[in-house]
């Protein structure tokens, strides 16, 4: 099985074109700027090239993060990574491969599917790390809400994309 890039590079894009609603006027601007205490100057002082090309990067790097949890048929080949046989067809362990997804290859590869580990991922996951550091930094629950409900719902957007996409 593959890695499907294209795949990948789109849900990418997922984080940074949400955040551009999410965190813009239409819905939680002002409250993130205020439980942030972010002002208007602060924000438009940022190198914003800088800031969006490093943020695709780590949003690539979640992408290939969820493609190993969304995608079932992707552990199949970390069981037998270490098999001599795995890179040629003609192996014992290449032909079992091979017959195993003509017949399963497809099975759990849906948005729906893909949206709902992603989304446990960023419930679990992502708001962890963000509600540890937010308890650090004294930054409020609403804080928390609206940052987390972010990444779950990118999350769940990322893993639909990159499950479905075959």
Not at 37 to 64: C, D, H, P, W, Y
Not at 114 to 121: E, S, T, V, Y
């Amino acid at each position: 099985m593959t890695i499907n890039w294209l795949a990948l590079l789109v849900a990418a894009l997922v984080p940074l074109l949400l955040g551009f609603f999410w965190y813009g006027k239409a819905l939680f601007n002002d409250a993130w700027m205020k439980e942030a205490g972010m002002t208007e100057e602060q924000i438009q002082g940022g190198n914003m090239g800088k800031i969006f090309g490093i943020s695709f990067v780590m949003s690539l790097f979640i992408a290939l993060a969820l493609n190993f949890i969304v995608i079932h048929q992707m552990h199949l080949y970390s069981i037998f990574m270490n098999d001599p046989g795995i890179n040629d067809p003609n192996s014992e362990i290449g032909k079992y491969l091979a017959d195993f997804m003509a017949k399963n290859g497809s099975n759990f590869r849906t948005f729906k599917h893909g949206a709902i580990h992603g989304g446990m991922d960023g419930f679990f996951l992502a708001t962890s790390v963000l509600g540890i550091n937010a308890l650090f930094e004294r930054k409020s629950l609403k804080y928390i809400a609206i940052n987390s409900g972010y990444w779950i719902l990118t999350m769940a957007i990322m893993g639909g994309i990159i499950c479905a996409w075959q």
